[in-house]
């Protein structure tokens, strides 16, 4: 079974200022996927950057970036130059494959609120 | 980009009653999800579909149930709502492919009283 750890409730976070957000997994599968998602308080769930198993380098996407240490089992995610806009619910999600190899379905993490303070 | 598009943002409803949650995606996705997502819990999956009349039992299926009779639309049904399945609703959709994420809409706010 696979699980997912977010041992971080809440962050604070100072406005232009870095943070890094933890995620650590659990699976046997030697292929996976993680991904990261945002959730303001609006509601909807938008999602961030895609880390493979098998990538060679970490993903970035703009401010975002991952820092995936495979021996570790832990990807967390790190957002540069905080706005006020990225206070928010973040989830980290795995990836499992289905039956067939094409579909899968994710399991989340509990969330991290961060707090961006100006 | 993706659109998807929750019937309802708030709903509420009685102990007792059938109650229906509509999904409906715009971009020809093979593969549709429902979860809900409670305070302390994050996310978890009640059923999902990878294919038209075809549903799989996800962590949380008790009480629930799934309809896909269209590629585009997936129903959520509660038979009997119970104050328990008071929450938060999510449904998502995604390609076949393990790279690309699942598109959220976004949400229906469900109270049982």
């Known amino acids: 079974a696979q699980k997912i750890t977010q041992t971080q409730p809440g962050m604070f976070v100072q406005e232009k200022e870095a943070v890094t957000l933890d995620c650590t997994y659990d699976?046997?599968?030697?292929?996976?996927?993680l991904f990261w998602y945002k959730q303001p308080s609006s509601g909807e769930m938008i999602f961030l950057i895609y880390?493979?198993?098998?990538?060679?380098q970490n993903a970035t996407e703009g401010r975002y970036s991952l820092n995936f240490q495979k021996a570790r089992k832990s990807a967390n995610l790190v957002i540069s130059a905080s706005q006020l806009g990225d206070s928010a619910m973040y989830f980290c999600?795995?990836?499992?494959?289905?039956?067939?190899?094409?579909?899968?379905?994710?399991?989340f993490g509990k969330g991290t609120l961060l707090t961006v303070n100006p | 980009d993706v659109k998807v598009t929750q019937s309802s943002r708030y709903l509420v409803k009685r102990t007792g009653e059938k109650v229906f949650l509509e999904c409906v995606q715009d971009?020809?996705?093979?593969?549709m999800f429902w979860y809900r997502q409670d305070p302390g819990l994050g996310l978890r999956l009640i059923y999902f579909?990878?294919?038209?009349?075809?549903?799989e039992k996800g962590d949380i299926p008790e009480g629930y149930s799934v309809s896909r009779e269209k590629k585009e639309r997936f129903s959520l049904i509660l038979e009997s709502a119970s104050t328990n399945q008071t929450s938060m609703y999510l449904c998502?959709?995604?390609?076949?492919?393990?790279?690309?994420?699942?598109?959220f809409g976004d949400g229906t706010r469900l109270s049982i009283l």
């Open positions: 699976t046997s599968d030697p292929s996976y996927g």
């Open positions: 998502a959709s995604s390609l076949s492919q393990v790279r690309r994420p699942q598109h």
């Open positions: 999600a795995m990836r499992a494959v289905l039956s067939g190899g094409s579909n899968y379905k994710l399991t």
């Open positions: 579909s990878y294919d038209v009349k075809m549903k």
């Open positions: 971009m020809d996705h093979e593969n």
């Open positions: 880390q493979g198993s098998y990538d060679q």
